[in-house]
């Protein structure tokens, strides 16, 4: 089976690239499951019920988030919805779940857990110790999972990756936007990819407008930065998946443009 994830979708020309490019991609790879981190799709911090609903009906199966899931005040409502969850590691107090199952097309049960990293990040708990309390759990459910690893520091995605070897199907980084070139099978069965890149304007700075990001490292002064809108492109991976051991065959990056 194939599973498509894409990374961090920015505000609505984000959201609009995945309504018009999932039937194209559906047909282009023909995948089973679609999954999307959107901790930015609302104004380009945060989520909402309605920018939730608008990825849900273009086709994503399970929504992971970040570190600005809560950033909006509809998110307690959007996490009531079992396929959009917040990073596992948060205090047990916050709303929402850190892991979810959803049934696939292809009738197969797919777990996806979101995990924060800590390295240059807000203070919250171990995400090692969170993805290890849960993971036998999970794991009697289903051998097909998938972990994102929201985080700053390429080392703490990696020592995550490595972490995770032959216990989960694959471990994919969110967060910076960029994405990586070092798309790959580990050892024993587990892809991974530091980065899936954005799903926003390219001709930005991380999804944002350009001249007030450039203004703000200039002069250091407070500067609202408004979500970019030109040459807004797609990217994430395309995972080969043996459904049957959970174990991933090929990691394939996807980059698709389009023109609004």
Known sequence: ???????????RPGRKAVKLLAPILREKFNFDF?????????GGSGITIKTAKELLDAGVDVITTGD???????????LSDTRII???????????????????RSGEKI??????????????DCPFRAISDVLEEIQKQTKCIFVDIHAEATSEKIAMGWYLNGKVSAVFGTHTHVQTADNE??????????????????ASILGRKIMPVLEHFKTGLPAKFGVAEKDVRLKGVIIDLDEKSGKA????LVRESIDF
């Open 1 to 11: 089976m194939k599973i498509l994830i894409i990374g961090d979708v920015v505000g």
């Open 86 to 104: 917040r990073p596992l590691n948060y205090p047990p107090e916050a709303p929402g779940k850190g892991w979810t199952i959803v049934t696939s």
């Open 68 to 78: 600005h899931v809560f950033k909006q005040k509809e998110a307690e409502q959007a």
């Open 111 to 124: 777990a996806v857990v979101n995990l924060l990293g800590r390295t240059f990040m807000k203070p919250v």
């Open 185 to 202: 099978i580990l050892s024993e069965g587990t892809a991974y990819i530091s980065d899936l890149g954005m799903t926003a304007a390219h």
């Open 249 to 252: 065959k090929r990691i394939d």
């Open 34 to 42: 679609f999954i999307a981190n959107a901790e930015n799709a609302a």
